[in-house]
Nanobody, 115 residues
Framework: QVQLVESGGVLVQPGGSLRLSCAASVSLFGIGTMGWYRQAPGKERELVASITIGGRKDYADSVKGRFTISRDNALNTVYLQMNSLKPEDTAVYYC?????????WGKGTLVTVSS
């Protein structure tokens, strides 16, 4: 069983920056691909960014060049650095851990981008 707890979601102005954190209850060494998803009101959940065990990173086209995902295996934490935030980035952001035993999800953290 993997428990994930997201933090860092707040109200931020357009153009601002924010860093989300996802703390895992187990070691991230070799556990699987970690990802950040988001779900805006009235929309389906979508993949924002992912990072594999080997460190390969993938991003949604809408966030390329603005968001950066990273993982600190020693701290069992995954981060999402978000820069140049736009109102359309407003959503609940979820942390995901994909293992051979299945997917695990956090409860999400709300990011609101508004002036």
């Amino acid at each position: 069983q993997v428990q994930l707890v997201e933090s860092g979601g707040v109200l931020v102005q357009p153009g601002g920056s924010l860093r989300l954190s996802c703390a895992a209850s187990v070691s991230l060494f070799g556990i699987g691909t970690m990802g950040w998803y988001r779900q805006a009101p009235g929309k389906e959940r979508e993949l924002v960014a992912s990072i594999t065990i080997g460190g390969r990173k993938d991003y949604a086209d809408s966030v390329k060049g603005r968001f950066t995902i990273s993982r600190d295996n020693a701290l069992n934490t995954v981060y999402l650095q978000m820069n140049s935030l736009k109102p359309e980035d407003t959503a609940v952001y979820y942390c995901n851990c994909r293992t051979v035993r299945g997917d695990y999800w956090g409860k999400g953290t709300l990011v609101t981008v508004s002036s």
